[in-house]
């Protein structure tokens, strides 16, 4: 639907990307900015028709979150027609629950449905809880999933199903209360066998904390690191379009907020800085809801450069740190990508919370001295073999040519010339891009450093690299591509055009099976060339006159067969006295017609049909 689209973009929109502890998360800035999303998915629901009784269910379960009061996220006529299409004892439970909830007066015929397996009990016994009645079928669904004397799980496998587990949990804890929670050791550790982990990466069970949380008579039991990865994969299962998984991943999220060792969002703005301007980073802690968090203390353990080694610290004694806000314009930092340590008190944890971050230091250049050339050597071309392009897009006003049949060489050179003189450094990325005016087809040429530190160069034979152009002739741009982590922006120049002309690729034999047979097809870049399939070649025929003449003997003799009879003067008269002879006539006069239905090739006498029938005719004839 598209209103479920347009809520889910601004959730999306809500969770900009930044570093957690340990790995990365969406960081929520504002708790009540997530809960009004999400309360709009769930009201855009409530105001459609044609939903699931499950659908109507939830959305009123998430409208009340936000301590919605009245009618809000409630469809009274939706709750009518899904009641129409009730089939199990759980849908019956989503419509009761959720009229309750609304004070919708609706009428719900039961479905008709045998109470035999662990689903059905546990939809059977959340019906009962809607009407706060005796629950008869906790017992039935204990024995179900427990051992006999022992509230123990007998067989985890009959909880393994997350869809069951959710099932069953929501059932107990609606139904049992207080002491009774003590029984469902085994069904907790079932739950926690489905909850993500270091060993099991699955995250679709996450947003059964909650429910494994009401049937526990204390907290569980979660280690800092599980607790992390519960919690990456709640805010993953947020941008869920199933408004259940939404609900039970925002219930979890609040259960984790009850951990001391919860997971928080540690962020250091800006991520960026440009050499030469001041260098003031600040830091901010949030809960994994938005929340802020207090801290004090805050120390610059290190700062190393990444990709460097070990030894290649940067001295951190200059640095002044004043409250959360750390001031390191006074440490020379060259152009790079530099990992900052930090260690900070937060307040109500005993412990230190330890976080590593990154912040780049950039630099921008620009592309200059770019010379062009073609020559048939591939030797380094004179000053007066090239062109020395001076600004984008000149180059088309004095195109060039170049011929692969001629062998001819294309040569590029550049420099890359930094803002600030004294930085010099080799970036990571130097490309030649020619791109095809026509079709855009590119072609990427790696440009490698050449004399002193900031020049670099390309050479192309068109000849050998014909076929990484798919021998396109025309016109191409021609784009310097220089990128980096510490230059920003990236460099795309584009020098302007060059006309390329290549020749027909030579057919090459090689040997059978040298290649694989779908060589050419797998590594096509472009649609071959349509291939019309001759299965047999048609047979081959006699000409007209040889097929007339032969023709012409076949009717005259059955004219001459006709004639002789005729000579004969039979005497019919005989015919009366046998029945026999009439018969061995008829089977004459049959087998005639059966040739001349062949030769006419009339339906039903086809070559097979034909020595059917004179099975029986030959006998007699």
Request: glycine share 4%.
């Amino acid at each position: 639907k598209s209103s479920d689209m347009v809520a889910a973009c601004v959730v999306y929109v809500l969770y900009s990307s930044i570093v957690f502890t340990g790995g990365s998360l969406p960081l929520i800035d504002n708790s009540q900015a997530l809960h009004e999303s999400v309360r709009q998915r769930a009201l855009a629901v409530t105001h459609s028709s044609g939903g699931s009784a499950r659908d109507y269910f939830y959305a009123r379960k998430i409208a009340l979150i936000g301590d919605m009061s009245g009618q809000e996220g409630c469809s009274c006529d939706g709750l009518k027609s899904s009641a129409l299409n009730i089939s199990t004892p759980l849908e019956e439970y989503f419509v009761r629950a959720t009229a309750q909830s609304c004070s919708c007066d609706i009428y719900v015929k039961s479905p008709t449905a045998q109470v035999n397996s662990v689903d059905t009990l546990a939809a059977s016994l959340l019906l009962e809880s809607v009407y706060d009645v005796s629950n008869l079928e906790t017992t039935k669904l204990m024995e179900a999933i427990a051992s006999e004397g022992k509230r123990r799980v007998r067989d985890i496998d009959s909880l393994s199903s997350i869809d069951t587990y959710k099932l069953v949990a929501m059932a107990l804890g609606e139904a049992v209360k207080g002491d009774e929670r003590k029984h469902f050791t085994g069904i907790i550790e079932a739950g926690m066998a489905l909850l993500p982990s270091a060993d099991s990466m699955t995250s679709s069970g996450a947003s059964l904390l909650h429910l494994i949380s009401r049937l526990s008579t204390g907290k569980l039991k979660m280690s800092p690191s599980q607790l992390e990865i519960v919690t990456e994969a709640l805010l993953a299962q947020l941008y869920s379009a199933d408004l259940g998984v939404v609900y039970d991943s925002l219930e979890s999220l609040n259960i984790v907020m009850m951990y001391k060792s919860r997971p928080l969002q540690c962020l250091i703005f800006p991520t960026s800085v440009r050499a030469g301007d001041d260098t003031i980073l600040n830091v901010v802690v949030k809960e994994i809801l938005g929340q802020d968090v207090r801290v004090r203390n805050v120390k610059l353990t290190g700062i190393n450069v990444v990709g460097a080694s070990s030894q290649s610290k940067v001295p951190i004694n200059s640095a002044h740190i004043s409250g959360t806000t750390i001031n390191l314009s006074s440490i020379p930092l060259p152009p790079g990508i530099y990992t900052v340590s930090l260690s900070m008190n937060v307040t109500g944890r005993p412990k230190l919370l330890e976080v590593n971050r990154s912040v780049a230091i950039t630099t921008s250049a620009a592309v200059k001295n770019v010379r062009i050339g073609v020559t048939s050597s591939s030797a380094p071309p004179s000053p007066q073999d090239t062109r020395h392009i001076k600004a984008e897009h000149s180059l088309q006003d004095a195109s060039l040519l170049a011929f692969a049949s001629k062998n001819d060489v294309v040569h590029i050179s550049f420099d890359i010339s930094f803002h600030d003189p004294s930085i010099a450094f080799r970036p990571h990325q130097t490309f030649l891009l020619l791109v095809h005016s026509e079709s855009k087809l590119d072609s990427t040429f790696v440009a490698t450093p050449y004399g002193n530190m900031n020049t670099y160069r390309t050479i192309i034979s068109l000849a050998q690299e014909s076929d990484k152009f798919l021998r396109k002739n025309g016109s191409y741009d021609l784009l310097v591509i220089v990128g980096d982590d510490r230059l920003e922006p990236s460099l795309r120049w584009n020098a302007g055009s060059i006309d390329l002309f290549f020749s027909e690729k030579t057919p090459q034999y090689v040997p059978l099976y040298k290649k694989s047979l779908l060589h050419e097809s797998d590594n096509a870049l472009t649609a071959l060339p349509e291939i019309s399939h001759i299965m047999r070649s048609p047979p081959r025929r006699a000409s007209a006159t040889v097929s007339i003449f032969f023709s012409a003997l076949c009717i005259l003799a059955l004219l001459c067969l006709l004639m002789f009879l005729a000579n004969q003067f039979p005497d019919l008269a005989r015919l009366k006295k046998s029945s026999l002879s009439v018969f061995f006539l008829l089977c004459i006069s049959l087998v005639l017609v059966l040739f001349t239905a062949y030769w006419l090739a009339i339906p039903g006498a086809s070559f097979y049909e034909t020595l059917k029938y004179m099975c029986f005719l030959f006998p007699v004839t």
